[in-house]
């Protein structure tokens, strides 16, 4: 295949990675620890919702697709996050529940990657966060039949304003009931990778494996640390 001629030289795009690096004394036995420490970290460099992951999902037939979802809750049973339940990701973690997970934290050259299996959350679960929601988000989960085809913006205004008449947007006009169509799924990890860019290309990658299933389910439970070769 000939190289396309780009406007943008690309090929020149490239910084050094240079901030941190990250050695097997760094982390703890426990990816959950580490996974907050980071967190913590990018919290604190100052970097923009440092929960946004990139969540990959695929058919039964392996047919790929992936977005940016918010982690919601990461705790030892996993990583969690909320969506619509009809929407495309929803549909392939029903057909195949298995999911993979990129926190992008680029500021500090980082990444961490997870794999695992997908389960749904009770509705109990769905219900706590629903309702902890600004309302005009719980009713935008309702006005929007995520991943649809519609036929213009107007469509999901003219919803979200029929909507507003129908349950108004103050605490005093009452409960808002979660859309049956709107839940959360959780991604009991068995591997988690933590990246950190080096220079030269010679980058940090430190990976946990379960070796148990007890230990997607119990941070006391047993990982495996390996070094991967960048
Ligand atoms: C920063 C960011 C955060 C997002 N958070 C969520 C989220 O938590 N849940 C969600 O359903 N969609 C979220 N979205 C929208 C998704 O990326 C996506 O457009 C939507 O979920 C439909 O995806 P699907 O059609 O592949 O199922 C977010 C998008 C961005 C850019």
Known sequence: MSTPTSSVNLHDARITYDRASLAESDLTDDP????????QELTDAGLEEPNAMVLATADASGVVSSRTVLLKEANEHGFVFFTNLNSLKSQQLVSNPRASCTFPWYLM??????????????????????HSRPRASQLGAW?????????????????????????????????????????????????IEFWQGRPSRLHDRLRFTATSAQARTNDRGDWELQRLAP
Not at 32 to 39: A, E, G
Not at 109 to 130: C, M, T, W
């Open 109 to 130: 050259h980082r990444q961490v990657n997870i794999i695992g299996d997908v389960h749904l959350l009770s509705r109990a679960d769905v219900e706590g966060y629903f």
């Open 32 to 39: 959950l620890t580490c996974f907050h420490s980071w967190f």
């Open 143 to 191: 006005a929007s039949e995520q991943s649809s085809v519609i036929a213009s913006r107007a469509v999901v205004e003219g919803r979200f304003d029929d909507l507003v008449k129908q349950y108004g947007l103050t605490e005093a006009d009452g409960t808002i009931p979660v859309p049956p169509h709107w839940g959360g799924w959780l991604i009991a990890p068995h591997s």
